[in-house]
């Protein structure tokens, strides 16, 4: 589900199996019944919508998603969209870029999670993209770090599962 055609269409021609793409506003009561979807994912949908807005999205997820359902959520980090994707812009554009003004609601994994559980669900798995990704070193280094700062600092996006739990 997209505000957008223009999302729908990128979908549409991946030719995806079993895929219902709709264009209809997130925000909103979703137009499908109760318990009609085993997954339902977002990737770099979240920092788009406001708190009050992304809350409304978890619970109708929630309402459409079957009893153990999944629900996969992907979003870039703050660090990444206002310091990395600037940075990497500059150097293969030779030009300074400014981020997305759409991007309202940018969260650490964290704070992305508390969200999901406040929406009703109960948190599977997460995925963490780092500065540097998986070298060594690099990996210890953030280990040797609280967890809130690290994450804060050099995550550049996230991948959360939660399920829509049985009852």
């Keep these: ?21 709709v ?7 979703f137009p499908f019944p109760d318990a009609y979807f085993d997954v339902i994912s977002t990737v770099f949908m979240v920092e788009h919508l406001p708190p009050d807005a992304l809350a409304r999205f978890y619970r109708e ?26 940075l990497e812009r500059l150097i293969k554009t030779g030009k300074y870029v400014k981020n997305d003004p759409t991007h309202i609601n940018l969260m650490t994994p964290k704070q992305c999670e508390a969200g999901i559980s406040a929406g009703g669900f109960n948190l599977d798995q997460r ?25 804060a600092l050099f995550s550049t996006m996230f991948v ?8």
């Design 1 to 21: 589900m997209d505000l957008s055609l223009h999302g729908l269409k990128k979908v549409l021609r991946r030719r995806l199996p079993n895929m219902t793409p």
């Design 23 to 29: 264009c209809a506003p997130v925000d909103r009561r």
């Design 61 to 86: 997820a929630r309402r459409v998603l079957k009893p153990g359902g999944k629900l996969v959520v992907a979003s870039d980090t703050r660090f990444y969209d206002a310091v990395l994707h600037p």
């Design 127 to 151: 995925v963490i993209h780092w500065v540097a990704g998986r070298h060594r070193i690099i990996r210890g280094l953030y280990r040797l770090l609280p967890a809130k700062f690290a994450e």
């Design 160 to 167: 959360i599962s939660a399920d829509r739990g049985v009852s």
